[in-house]
T-cell receptor, first 116, second 115 residues
């Protein structure tokens, strides 16, 4: 079974600074996707960024980027120029690739605080 | 168009009672998923529906939990004889298909409290 581990229950960053959230996963599959989701207090899950395992290039979305280390099964999220609106729970998630079993497997989350 | 909607937003029930939670997916989305989020935890997969295929029920925690979906529209998650351990936020998501990559769009969830 696939597992996703987030070892940082809470992180704090000052506004305009950079923060990195860690995620490791375990799988025997070769084809899969990895995701970072943001969950503000409204409970709405928002997709931040995704990475296809077959792509060597790290995904970027504006201020958000990932460091995908496939051999190490590591998938960290870097938030640059942090803003107050980035404060939320962040979840790392895994999904098998093509075909069946498209459910998402989530880590336990990291609560990000952004301070002035 | 409208996103995924769920009702009720909050539900308080007494131990032993049955509850029904509703999910309206995005129109045209053939795949629908239910997840459970306990306090301070990540989301746990419960069940998913894909078109007319048999649903994947592998995440349902007990036979007290069941779900139905009418065609490619509304889904209902039913919990019978609720227990305090069932207290959680229940989130629904939908996507265009289950295969390949298709983003799952989440609803706002139903917070269930079992007294």
């Amino acid at each position: 079974a696939q597992t996703v581990t987030q070892s940082q229950p809470e992180m704090s960053v000052q506004e305009a600074e950079t923060v990195t959230l860690s995620c490791t996963y375990d799988t025997s599959e070769s084809d899969y996707y990895l995701f970072w989701y943001k969950q503000p207090p409204s409970r709405q899950m928002i997709l931040v960024i995704r990475q296809e395992a077959y792509k060597q290039q790290n995904a970027t979305e504006n201020r958000f980027s990932v460091n995908f280390q496939k051999a190490a099964k590591s998938f960290s999220l870097k938030i640059s120029d942090s803003q107050l609106g980035d404060a939320a729970m962040y979840f790392c998630a895994y999904r098998r690739g093509l075909g069946t079993a498209s459910k998402l497997t989530f880590g336990t989350g990291t609560r990000l605080q952004v301070t002035l | 168009g409208a996103g995924v909607s769920q009702s009720p937003s909050n539900k308080v029930t007494e131990k032993g009672k049955d509850v029904e939670l509703r999910c309206d997916p995005i129109s045209g989305h053939t795949a629908l998923y239910w997840y459970r989020q306990r306090l301070g935890q990540g989301l746990e997969f419960l069940i998913y529906f894909q078109g007319n295929s048999a649903p994947d029920k592998s995440g349902l925690p007990s036979d007290r939990f069941s779900a139905e979906r009418t065609g490619e529209s509304v889904s209902t998650l039913t919990i019978q004889r609720t227990q305090q351990e069932d207290s959680a936020v229940y989130l629904c998501a939908s996507s265009q298909t289950a295969g390949d990559y298709n983003e799952q769009f989440f609803g706002p969830g139903t917070r269930l409290t079992v007294l």
